[in-house]
């Protein structure tokens, strides 16, 4: 959850800075005439590609900084050497390089991320390691590895990407719309008060919109690496252990950029902003494998 959360939070205040910046210097906002939309789709793309991408390759130091994890450079005791050990494991089961592995004070909870395979970062949280056995936390650590394995802060920062992409097309199109109604006939050389206020409502409107459609993309993909890590540990009894452990637990209290609905979900409005399907779904989605 913490990787999807501290994405999702970073690109949506850099692309909404990058956004104002560069409408302040009038770049994205329409001239005298007809709105150039093909020019306007390759601003919106710029913006919203550059936000995501700039989030991912920061999350790696965003994760560690938010969560005051400390990177394991040299184990210091059997439960470090143990973690390191079985991280390496899965990471060779899954045919990547080995990641940085950390750990971080906190309820459970635990996170996988990095902007490449290659050179990713496990981190797992002390109250993780205290609540559950070794079985379980060998469950979590290969649900982390999977999620590295099958490229998933990638995927999400394509899709965080297109989806911005509509949002700051569609809000400056709505923007220009009210902005011609309201100036009537008269005559000026660009966009008055109501263009930038309609843009700047409509971001954060269909920015929330945008927040849906990625939370339902990362809920699948938390399906896939539960399915990955059963297969990584040969079995999908630990998985199922794991997450009915969690479920009984109260979830990790997260740095205030990082908060979420809840990780075991919800109903109404905040299931649809979950980055994280039901414990109980996901346990019956495991059943389901045999």
């Given at each position: 959850?913490?990787?999807?959360?501290?994405?999702?939070?970073?690109?949506?205040?850099?692309?909404?800075?990058?956004?104002?910046?560069?409408?302040?210097?009038?770049?994205?906002?329409?001239?005298?005439?007809?709105?150039?939309?093909?020019?306007?789709?390759?601003?919106?793309?710029?913006?919203?590609?550059?936000?995501?991408?700039?989030?991912?390759?920061?999350?790696?130091?965003?994760?560690?900084?938010?969560?005051?994890?400390?990177?394991?450079?040299?184990?210091?005791?059997?439960?470090?050497?143990?973690?390191?050990?079985?991280?390496?494991?899965?990471?060779?089961?899954?045919?990547?390089?080995?990641?940085?592995?950390?750990?971080y004070e906190g309820e459970p909870n635990a996170f996988a991320t990095g902007a490449f395979k290659n050179s990713?970062?496990?981190?797992?949280?002390?109250?993780?390691?205290?609540?559950?056995?070794?079985?379980?936390?060998?469950?979590?650590?290969?649900?982390?590895?999977?999620?590295?394995?099958?490229?998933?802060?990638?995927?999400?920062?394509?899709?965080?990407?297109?989806?911005?992409?509509?949002?700051?097309?569609?809000?400056?199109?709505?923007?220009?719309?009210?902005?011609?109604?309201?100036?009537?006939?008269?005559e000026r050389r660009g966009p008055g008060i109501g263009y930038t206020i309609t843009v700047f409502v409509c971001?954060?409107?269909?920015?929330?919109?945008?927040?849906?459609?990625?939370?339902?993309?990362?809920?699948?993909?938390?399906?896939?690496?539960?399915?990955?890590?059963?297969?990584?540990?040969?079995?999908?009894?630990?998985?199922?252990?794991?997450?009915?452990?969690?479920?009984?637990?109260?979830?990790g209290a997260l740095p205030q950029n990082m908060a979420a609905s809840g990780i075991s979900g919800g109903g109404?409005?905040?299931?649809?902003?979950?980055?994280?399907?039901?414990?109980?779904?996901?346990?019956?989605?495991?059943?389901?494998?045999?």
């Open positions: 959850m913490k990787r999807i959360i501290l994405f999702l939070a970073t690109n949506l205040a850099v692309m909404l800075v990058l956004s104002i910046v560069l409408s302040l210097f009038g770049i994205g906002r329409p001239g005298p005439g007809n709105m150039q939309m093909g020019s306007l789709l390759a601003f919106a793309a710029v913006v919203g590609f550059t936000g995501s991408i700039i989030s991912l390759l920061m999350s790696k130091p965003m994760a560690k900084w938010s969560t005051g994890a400390r990177v394991i450079d040299a184990p210091s005791n059997s439960t470090e050497q143990w973690l390191v050990s079985t991280v390496q494991t899965l990471a060779q089961r899954a045919g990547i390089g080995m990641p940085e592995v950390a750990v990713a970062l496990v981190a797992v949280s002390t109250g993780l390691l205290q609540n559950m056995n070794r079985d379980e936390v060998e469950a979590v650590l290969g649900h982390e590895v999977a999620h590295i394995a099958n490229g998933d802060m990638v995927t999400m920062t394509l899709i965080q990407g297109v989806v911005n992409t509509f949002v700051v097309f569609f809000a400056r199109i709505v923007g220009s719309i009210v902005d011609k109604a309201l100036s009537g006939n008269e971001e954060l409107l269909f920015g929330l919109v945008a927040s849906m459609i990625v939370a339902w993309f990362s809920r699948q993909r938390e399906f896939r690496a539960d399915a990955g890590s059963a297969k990584l540990l040969g079995s999908t009894v630990p998985m199922q252990h794991a997450l009915a452990r969690l479920g009984g637990m109260e979830p109404g409005w905040s299931a649809l902003f979950s980055t994280h399907p039901p414990f109980e779904e996901r346990i019956a989605a495991l059943q389901a494998l045999r």
